[in-house]
């Protein structure tokens, strides 16, 4: 690589079992030719089968990691996961709105585990999601967000009136990823739907990978319009579908296994 990389933080979680959260998004930024910066969000204890504890970090020491990375590195986009309790999700909203921000709103493990309860998800409405430049959720996380059940497309466009972009993700419910823009009507994209258990750190990697595409765009500026997002969610959907497909046949784990974190092959190098 030549040249500087752009720099893309992400705040988030930690996951003990290296699957999901920061250990996902740091090396999906790094493979996709950006720098990656991180701010700690939440600590959990947890692997493959489960989460078995989670320690919220200090509102504090967040804005504090956040004013860290702010007052020396030249962020171009953000991503955020798991932020642990409404109070960070506001100070997020507030410190790191003026930038592109991608935000996985993270409320389920996919073990199963709540990481967001009912503060966090008012908190989302009223401050994060509003202050977003897109919005990933996948078929339950929109669901919760807009507080019923309703096709993808719908509930896409749905969310899109907060004012964000919105891709709901297909995940276990198949190969479309449903996207809408503020006033606009839900567009399907279709991609290969992978059939492996070895999944964990999906969502957090196609979110890592769609900020990084965000940050690469020529033009800049905090919200894409609709031709650079439905570009920049093709490429984050194909890296991460090439990642699946690259770790459906491992094992590790007892549960349901980490989507791998190794560098892409050189025939999809093309990807980033």
Known sequence: MSGTPPVVLTVAGTDSGGAAGITADVATIGHLGAHAACVVSAVTAQDTTGVSAVHPVPPDIVAAQVEA???????????????????????????????????????????????????????YLEHLLPAAAVVTPNLDEARTLAGHDAPPEELAEELAGLGCAVVVTGGDEGGTDWVAVPGGSAVP???????????????CT???????????????????????????????????????????????????????????????????
């Open 206 to 272: 196609f979110s890592s990978a769609l900020a990084a595409a965000l940050a690469h765009r020529p033009g800049g500026g905090r919200l894409p319009d609709a031709d650079e997002l439905t570009a920049a969610v093709r490429r984050a959907a194909a890296y991460t579908t090439h990642q699946l497909r690259a770790g459906s046949g491992w094992r590790l784990g007892r549960g349901r296994g980490p989507i791998p974190h190794i560098p892409p092959a050189t025939e999809t190098e093309e990807i980033a």
């Open 189 to 203: 994209l279709a991609h290969e739907h992978v059939d492996t258990a070895n999944d964990h750190g999906t969502g």
């Open 69 to 123: 990375v702010l007052g020396d590195l030249p962020v171009t986009a953000v991503k955020t996961g798991m932020l642990g309790s409404g109070e960070v999700v506001a100070l997020i909203a507030e410190r790191l709105g003026h930038l592109p921000l991608v935000v996985d709103p993270v409320l389920v493990a996919t073990s199963g585990a709540v990481l967001g309860d009912e503060e966090v998800v008012g908190a």
